[in-house]
Each structure stands twice: as structure tokens, then as C-alpha cells.
Nanobody
Framework: QVQLVESGGGLVQPGGSLRLSCAAS????????VGWYRQAPGKERELVAT???????AYADSVKARFTISRDNARNAVILQMNSLKPEDTAVYYC???????????????WGQGTQVTVSS
């Protein structure tokens, strides 16, 4: 079983920065991809950023040039650096990791418990 633990959320003023961390109970390189999603009240969960096992990254248009996703292999973690935060970035942020599970017979998705990010003055 894989466990993902997010941390780093909190309250920040518009224009500020936060650094989210997703710590995995397995080697981060064992995942085909790790991503950050967010869900604001009354809205569907949306993809924010992903990083593949090969290091390729992708971002939602709304966060490009402001957010950066990266891997910390030494800590088995994936980091989301969020700069120039806006009120519309307010949401619960979830970490997702996908990897092949032999016993499952396919790719399986794992989710963290989420961390609240609030951008407000």
C-alpha cells in the first residue's frame, strides 16, 4: 500500500508564495507520474501540475509561469512551488501518484488527504 502525505498549505496574501510537499511511502521513482490537483468549494477537482518518471512536466494554463513542480528524490517527495498566488488559487490541494501494481493488474492511483491553501488579504 502506498501512502501520500501533503504538507505546506496555509493562509497567504495575494502575490505571496507557498511550497507544498507530497511525501510518498515508496520510492518516488517507482511512480509513472505524480501530480497535484485542487478542488475549490462547489467546483470539480482539477489538475494543476504533473511530473513524469522521466521528469517531464505539464501545467494547467491558469498556473503556468507561476507554479513549478519538481521531485526531491532524497526525500521521496514531489514539491509544488507556488508563486504570485491569487485568490482564485484558493482550494484544497491533493497529491496523486500513479504506478503499476502487479497484484492490481494495472496502473493504480493513490491520493493524499489534501492540504488547504487560502489566498486572501
Amino acid at each position: 500500500q502506498v501512502q501520500l502525505v501533503e504538507s505546506g498549505g496555509g493562509l497567504v496574501q495575494p502575490g505571496g508564495s507557498l511550497r507544498l510537499s507530497c511525501a510518498a511511502s515508496r520510492t518516488i521513482g517507482s511512480f509513472i507520474a505524480v501530480g497535484w490537483y485542487r478542488q475549490a468549494p462547489g467546483k470539480e477537482r482539477e489538475l494543476v501540475a504533473t511530473i513524469t518518471g522521466g521528469g517531464s512536466t505539464a501545467y494547467a494554463d491558469s498556473v503556468k509561469a507561476r507554479f513549478t513542480i519538481s521531485r526531491d528524490n532524497a526525500r521521496n517527495a514531489v514539491i509544488l512551488q507556488m508563486n504570485s498566488l491569487k485568490p482564485e488559487d484558493t482550494a484544497v490541494y491533493y497529491c496523486n501518484a500513479r504506478r503499476w501494481e502487479v497484484t492490481y493488474g494495472g496502473y493504480k492511483d493513490y491520493w493524499g488527504q489534501g492540504t488547504q491553501v487560502t489566498v486572501s488579504s
